[in-house]
């Protein structure tokens, strides 16, 4: 006896199978991470190293090339980029896709301390920060005030609203964009220190003897023991203008008579600019392994708390959230999925004619469905478009069991076997035919899964999703689909009225497409010319058609990248980008636009680059697309003569890749005039072309710069 005729005769045994698929797939439909695409372990490291007033060329020679050298001896580094500007050396590291991140960061910290004693007395530890994924925020706030300064608020979101964010499990930080972290400031007065014969080097060494943090422990008695805390730290305004700076007899110099002292902000080289007011953003980035729309939703909860306690004066609002478009393309994925199947079943009544038969197919397709939910979860993937589109893919091939399976038994049937008869009959028959056709489907997609690099990370979800539930289809037609084919097909079933005359509607098709075919053959050598024809063609076809790895996607998000004279201030900046915000506000479907000043403080952008974000309506609110609204956009931007903009859309696809479509780097031995004019000719050669909107070279030679020469005999004569 066939071991699968079991299930026929013991239907409470065919209908556990199903009810343990269905449950598994339930279950893992509940705790699968939902996010837009699947996860890519693409991470970049940065090394940030400071050198306060070295300029450009110094940082280059003596801080950011010995650290290259270095670093790129490290494993899993597919690139190595860096800037040099005044004071600052930063150096990003795109890994491998796929590497470990933890074992490059600790190959690169060991690098670093290997030429340390090599670098500059003067220059500071380096600042190694990893991020995952995109740079881009899952979500970003706005906080202004018209009546706080931007350090004050600054200072209010890192004590009290950053440290609540990052408590919201998934977040993996809530950076402060734009901050003005509140330092003393002392703005020293070159007449009055000469006058005094004070240097700047004198007043450093004075904060530095009179404000530090001292430990002094305790006493220790017979009977008793108290702890010691010794004020040796300055804390106010006051107490710095009060610092002796020198004592000669009876006269005293205190900082107050050569300096400014005033509460201000530690560095004035960035700003924030939205709606014309005071503001600081805050962006919650969210953990790559994390749920995405579950993590958003936390924050979301928070927030009502977070507003309310807000000090008087400053307000708070959501200015982007990208989960509303994730959510709406997994929405319509989903709509798409349920329709397909309501269409598939549809369609299978109107071919078999009959609910019961329907009914086979129709349960196994849906639980099929469901419990390929499982394999995902036992291989670790997630509920993603390309995951759902796979689901969608599988329809085509799941309800093909179902229908083989009925359609088998009703022949039989028909033929005089009793329904438990032709079950048993259709699994003798069909089991090798079943097997070989989940088979088949494995193999097509099987390589897909074996594929490397960005694709082969997307689309291996893709192409395994299809297979598990190819393979959990053939799972149900070996074991539920015999069982319902035993218990509600019926010997003597009448086809209905509207099947009868679909019946006719598709005799008729057929009657019609015989006589079609006749011709054709008549005809022979005509079809054979028109197919040659078709196939010749399509090797033009492919080559014209454009090519993308991904279709632009409308998520409501710009990026604006701008640059202005490398000599501007930031104050100059600011009025530029003011500029640029009255032109991209003016655009019919922007709603908000805010532009980070200096590049936001600790990228090394300098004062002169600015980025900004444009946030545009609701969907079902404006007419144009993304992708219209960016041309015009950017048509705006090129009006705004102080600035070179580039507006761009943000990556479809995780792991693509930052900025414009289109980068290459120029890479030579020789010296950088050398790399520069090469850089210069190719700029020239894509402007004659005219298939570009916007064109641009990081490396200039436009950069101000005011020399010392320091005459050593007459600096020895003065003893300086």
């Known amino acids: 006896m066939n071991v699968l005729d079991r299930f026929i005769e013991r239907p409470v045994l065919a209908t556990v199978v199903g009810l343990v698929i269905l449950l598994l797939g339930v279950q893992a439909m509940n705790s699968l991470t939902v996010r837009q695409y699947p996860e890519t372990t693409s991470t970049t490291i940065r090394i940030v190293t400071p050198y306060i007033g070295a300029n450009a060329e110094l940082v280059q020679g003596f801080i950011t090339t010995p650290l290259e050298q270095t670093i790129a001896t490290a494993e899993g580094i597919e690139y190595l980029e860096s800037s040099s500007t005044l004071g600052t050396s930063t150096i990003t590291a795109r890994l491998e896709l796929g590497y470990d991140p933890n074992a490059a960061v600790a190959e690169i910290l060991t690098k670093i301390q290997q030429v340390r004693n090599r670098l500059p007395e003067g220059s500071e530890d380096s600042i190694v920060t990893i991020s995952r994924g995109s740079d881009q925020a899952a979500m970003y706030m706005a906080f202004f005030s018209e009546v706080l300064k931007a350090s004050e608020i600054t200072d209010y979101l890192t004590r009290a609203v950053r440290p609540r964010l990052e408590t919201v499990p998934g977040v993996q930080q809530a950076q402060v964009i734009g901050a003005q972290n509140i330092a003393m400031r002392l703005w020293l007065d070159p007449g009055k220190m000469a006058s005094l014969k004070v240097t700047p080097s004198e007043v450093r060494r004075s904060i530095a003897e009179s404000n530090f943090l001292s430990a002094v422990g305790e006493t220790k008695g017979p009977l008793i023991s108290i702890p010691l805390k010794a004020d040796t730290n300055l804390r106010s305004v006051e107490a710095f203008e009060n610092l002796v700076i020198r004592e000669a007899g009876d006269t005293i110099i205190r900082l107050r008579d050569i300096a400014k002292v005033k509460l201000g902000a530690e560095s004035y080289d960035s700003s924030v600019i939205f709606e014309g007011k005071n503001v600081a953003f805050i962006g919650v980035q969210v953990a790559p392994e994390a749920n995405l729309l579950d993590t958003i939703a936390g924050v979301r909860q928070l927030i009502p708390q977070v507003k309310d306690q807000l000090p008087a004066g400053l307000e708070g609002i959501v200015v982007y959230d990208s989960t509303e478009a994730v959510q709406a393309s997994i929405d319509e994925v989903i709509r798409s999925l349920i329709e397909a199947l309501f269409i598939v079943t549809v369609v299978i009544y109107l071919f078999l004619g009959a609910l019961r038969s329907a009914l086979v197919p129709g349960i196994a397709m849906p639980l099929a469905i469901i419990g390929a939910f499982f394999l995902m979860q036992m291989l670790g993937y997630s509920v993603n478009l390309l995951t759902l589109l796979a689901l969608i893919l599988a329809i085509g091939t799941v309800v093909d069991d179902g229908i083989v399976m009925v359609e088998n038994a009703t022949r039989h049937i028909e033929e005089g076997a009793t329904p438990e008869e032709a079950a048993k009959k259709t699994v003798r028959e069909l089991t090798g035919s079943i097997i070989a056709m989940n088979l088949v489907v494995v193999a097509v997609f099987a390589p897909v899964g074996l594929m490397g690099g960005l694709t082969g990370s997307l689309f291996t979800e893709f192409a395994y999703t299809v297979a598990g539930a190819t393979l959990i289809s053939g799972i149900l037609a070996l074991t539920v689909s015999p069982m319902m084919c035993a218990h509600l097909l019926k010997t003597g079933m009448q086809k209905r009225w509207l099947a009868r005359k679909v019946d006719q509607g598709f005799q008729a098709l057929s009657r019609g497409y015989g006589k079609t075919l006749g011709l054709a053959l008549d005809a022979r050598w005509i079809i054979l010319a028109a197919g040659m024809c078709i196939l010749v063609s399509l090797y033009f076809l492919f080559n014209a058609a454009n090519k993308e790895l991904s279709p632009p996607e409308d998520e409501g998000f710009l990026i604006v990248s701008a640059n202005a004279d490398p000599n501007i201030s930031i104050d100059h900046l600011e009025r530029w980008t003011a500029v640029l915000e009255e032109r991209v506000s003016q655009v019919e479907g922007v709603q908000y636009f805010f532009a980070v000043n200096g590049g936001g403080g600790d990228t090394g952008g300098g004062s002169s680059s600015a980025f900004g974000g444009v ?106």
Do not use: H
Not at 626 to 649: C, D, H, N, P, R
Not at 651 to 672: H, K, M, N, R
Not at 685 to 700: A, H, V, Y
């Open 615 to 720: 946030i545009l309506e609701d969907w079902e609110q404006r007419a144009p697309t993304q992708m219209e609204l960016q041309q015009k956009i950017q048509m705006s931007a090129a009006q705004v003569a102080g600035l070179e903009a580039v507006v761009i859309a943000p990556p479809t696809l995780p792991g693509a890749g930052e900025g414009p479509p289109l980068q290459f780097v120029i890479s030579s031995i020789d010296e950088p005039r050398v790399v520069y004019e090469t850089s210069q000719t190719i700029l020239k050669k894509t402007r004659e072309s005219g298939l570009f909107t916007f064109i641009q070279s990081d490396f200039k030679f436009d950069k101000l710069e005011q020399r010392i020469k320091i005459d050593r005999d007459k600096a020895a004569a003065l003893g300086i």
